[in-house]
């Protein structure tokens, strides 16, 4: 049998030589295969393992939620039990890489390409998500390994190979080296350009375009850099090594502060939005809702109602649902199989909370601020689709995302924008962080122990050439690596439902005691 080291090894040349000859477009066909279909294949894998996980547990999501919230606030925390993390710290490091800029540019991204009505596809992907997140965080505490030191190691490539047998290596191989692709594209460079962009952006509102510090080099035919970008870059670096070199029980110690109080600033600052522009609310969400099934199509092209113009906002639903919240994805479950239990599902039902908690209500705020201020108008989508003489200025990603914040804050701070400026630079720092682990993991299962510090160096690397760097190349192939990195994990819980059945149904018939009881 072919070792991991060797077979990693193969993988990556191959990624390396289709990258040479096809370029991205080879990897990010994932999202529009097969080419003859309307309904991408990916699209029905995700929803359709989250339908099946979500009947055959018999709705885990809605039956446990209760009980999540139960073992997440410490009731059954026992620090005499195996891990490395209790499931609050496990819960926090997750949702630090989860919560982040798919919560601000992720869901403006949404509407820009697919309209209002993505809101209501990501809202689908988070329902049956829970379901997922739920299967493949208590697989990954169950299959789990610990190395040397007493470190947990566990994710994916660990359910695969011990839960449906070694014949199955290669498999999990896919998945890790995906995830160690992922996390230099999906947890990395898109988060630190994000980063770079809005401090970009702040920094010439004050001094112009044209000063030294904001001015573009054009260093290429299609690549220019400023001097801000470079410091940018250098910053976030400093930031993130401070952190990442200590390891998970420093990224677990860090983020278990930070995760809280990022999102309770940017949830109180959503709910003023709401409340300033509570009549429209009402609105935005008919037009959610309206958009979702019957968006208006391109002015001049395809008849608004088509099949096409709907795959269109699903499609971009979807996407940025999983990019969002990563249900299904697999990398969830590296960092909840550090959790401190000896009962897989205890942490299973912590795990199903992150979606409700990331997507339903962070991302679902953002929509609407976005939606109800009319921040939205400034999109390709409304432009295209809605008036055609629009004359205002069109925005992406988190500048969409502060406009709606600047305009809805302003009967209180004339600078609301200045609170996405916070919330990208906490939320990307901590997502950094966070995939840091990912990484790690993915890479001691392919390599070894020795491999990490290798990893790291690349990695850290990594977030200043995202800083610097473009935002189309980023999206894509981490849209791409984060489709691929899905499928092994998706075909594992499907293998393994039934031995993630029977231990459900067996955790629930026992006796739940408090460890102080």
Same mark, same amino acid.
């Given at each position: 049998?072919?070792?991991?080291?060797?077979? =990693?090894?193969?993988?990556?040349?191959?990624?390396? &030589?289709?990258?040479?000859?096809?370029?991205?477009?080879? $990897?990010?066909?994932?999202?529009?295969?097969? %080419?003859?279909?309307? &309904?991408?294949?990916?699209?029905?894998?995700?929803?359709?393992?989250?339908?099946?996980?979500?009947?055959?547990?018999?709705?885990?999501?809605?039956?446990?939620?209760?009980?999540?919230? *139960?073992?997440?606030?410490?009731?059954?925390?026992?620090?005499?039990?195996?891990?490395?993390?209790?499931?609050?710290?496990?819960?926090?490091?997750?949702?630090?890489?989860?919560?982040?800029?798919? #919560?601000?540019?992720?869901?403006?991204?949404? !509407?820009?390409?697919?309209?209002?009505?993505?809101?209501?596809? +990501?809202?689908?992907?988070?329902?049956?998500?829970?379901?997922?997140?739920?299967?493949?965080?208590?697989? =990954?505490?169950?299959? %789990?390994?610990?190395?040397?030191?007493?470190?947990?190691?566990?994710?994916?490539?660990?359910?695969?190979?011990?839960?449906?047998? *070694?014949?199955?290596?290669?498999?999990?191989?896919?998945?890790?080296?995906? =995830?160690?692709?992922?996390?230099?594209?999906?947890?990395?460079?898109?988060?630190?350009?994000?980063?770079?962009?809005?401090?970009?952006?702040?920094?010439?509102?004050?001094?112009?375009?044209?000063?030294?510090?904001?001015?573009?080099? /054009?260093?290429?035919?299609?690549?220019?850099?400023?001097? /801000?970008?470079?410091?940018?870059?250098?910053?976030?670096?400093?930031?993130?090594?401070?952190?990442?070199?200590?390891?998970?029980?420093?990224?677990?110690?860090?983020?278990?502060?930070?995760?809280?109080? +990022?999102?309770?600033?940017?949830?109180?600052?959503?709910?003023?939005?709401?409340?300033?522009?509570?009549?429209?609310?009402?609105?935005?969400?008919?037009?959610?809702?309206?958009?979702?099934?019957?968006?208006?199509?391109?002015?001049?092209?395809?008849?608004?109602?088509?099949?096409?113009?709907?795959? #269109?906002?699903?499609?971009?639903?979807?996407?940025?649902?999983?990019?969002?919240?990563?249900?299904? /994805?697999?990398?969830?479950? !590296?960092?909840?199989?550090?959790?401190?239990?000896?009962?897989?599902? %205890?942490?299973?039902?912590? =795990?199903?909370?992150?979606?409700?908690?990331?997507?339903?209500?962070?991302?679902?705020?953002?929509?609407?601020?976005?939606?109800?201020?009319?921040?939205? /108008?400034?999109?390709?989508?409304? &432009?295209?689709?809605?008036?055609?003489?629009?004359?205002?200025?069109?925005?992406?990603?988190?500048?969409?995302?502060?406009?709606?914040? *600047?305009? @809805?804050?302003?009967?209180?701070?004339?600078?609301?924008?200045?609170?996405?400026?916070?919330?990208?630079?906490?939320?990307?720092?901590?997502?950094?962080?966070?995939?840091?682990?990912?990484?790690?993991?993915?890479?001691?299962?392919?390599?070894?122990?020795?491999?990490?510090?290798?990893?790291?160096?690349?990695?850290?690397?990594?977030?200043?050439? @995202?800083?610097?760097?473009?935002?189309?190349? +980023?999206?894509?192939?981490?849209?791409?690596?984060?489709? $691929?990195?899905?499928?092994?994990?998706?075909?594992?819980?499907?293998?393994?439902?039934?031995?993630?059945?029977?231990?459900?149904?067996?955790? $629930?018939?026992?006796?739940?005691?408090?460890?102080?009881?």
């Amino acid at each position: 049998m072919i070792s991991k080291k060797t077979g =990693a090894i193969v993988f990556f040349g191959a990624v390396f &030589v289709l990258l040479s000859v096809f370029g991205v477009s080879f $990897f990010e066909a994932i999202w529009s295969f097969p %080419r003859f279909s309307l &309904v991408p294949l990916m699209v029905v894998a995700l929803l359709g393992t989250g339908i099946f996980t979500t009947i055959n547990l018999g709705f885990p999501q809605i039956k446990y939620l209760k009980h999540g919230i *139960k073992v997440t606030r410490g009731d059954y925390d026992d620090p005499n039990e195996a891990g490395d993390l209790n499931h609050f710290q496990a819960l926090t490091t997750a949702l630090s890489a989860t919560v982040g800029i798919g #919560n601000i540019a992720g869901v403006a991204t949404a !509407i820009y390409y697919g309209g209002p009505g993505a809101l209501f596809w +990501m809202w689908v992907t988070a329902f049956f998500g829970s379901a997922l997140k739920f299967a493949e965080c208590t697989l =990954a505490v169950e299959y %789990r390994d610990f190395d040397k030191s007493g470190m947990t190691a566990g994710g994916p490539m660990y359910t695969i190979e011990k839960g449906l047998g *070694k014949q199955w290596r290669w498999l999990a191989i896919i998945f890790a080296g995906f =995830a160690v692709i992922c996390s230099f594209a999906t947890g990395n460079a898109i988060q630190s350009f994000t980063l770079s962009d809005q401090l970009y952006s702040e920094v010439s509102q004050v001094v112009g375009t044209e000063h030294f510090l904001t001015i573009k080099h /054009q260093l290429t035919d299609w690549y220019s850099v400023s001097v /801000q970008q470079v410091i940018n870059g250098l910053f976030i670096t400093v930031i993130a090594a401070l952190v990442i070199i200590g390891g998970i029980k420093r990224i677990g110690s860090v983020t278990s502060y930070l995760a809280p109080f +990022m999102a309770a600033i940017y949830v109180v600052s959503a709910v003023l939005i709401l409340l300033a522009n509570i009549t429209e609310v009402p609105t935005s969400f008919g037009m959610i809702i309206s958009m979702a099934f019957n968006p208006p199509a391109a002015i001049g092209g395809v008849a608004g109602g088509t099949l096409i113009v709907f795959m #269109n906002t699903l499609l971009w639903g979807v996407k940025r649902g999983l990019y969002s919240n990563e249900a299904g /994805q697999g990398s969830a479950p !590296i960092a909840h199989s550090t959790a401190k239990t000896d009962y897989p599902v %205890r942490e299973g039902v912590v =795990a199903l909370l992150e979606p409700f908690i990331d997507t339903i209500i962070i991302c679902t705020l953002t929509g609407l601020a976005i939606i109800s201020t009319g921040a939205w /108008q400034h999109t390709e989508f409304y &432009v295209s689709r809605i008036d055609p003489n629009f004359t205002g200025e069109i925005l992406n990603g988190s500048l969409l995302t502060s406009l709606a914040f *600047k305009e @809805g804050l302003s009967w209180i701070i004339p600078f609301g924008d200045k609170i996405i400026t916070l919330g990208v630079l906490l939320f990307a720092i901590s997502t950094v962080i966070s995939w840091s682990f990912y990484g790690d993991r993915a890479t001691e299962y392919l390599f070894g122990e020795k491999a990490i510090p290798v990893y790291r160096t690349f990695y850290i690397s990594f977030v200043f050439i @995202g800083a610097i760097a473009t935002l189309e190349a +980023m999206w894509a192939f981490g849209d791409a690596a984060l489709g $691929f990195m899905t499928f092994p994990n998706l075909i594992s819980i499907v293998l393994l439902s039934g031995t993630l059945k029977k231990m459900t149904k067996d955790y $629930f018939e026992m006796e739940h005691k408090t460890f102080k009881d």
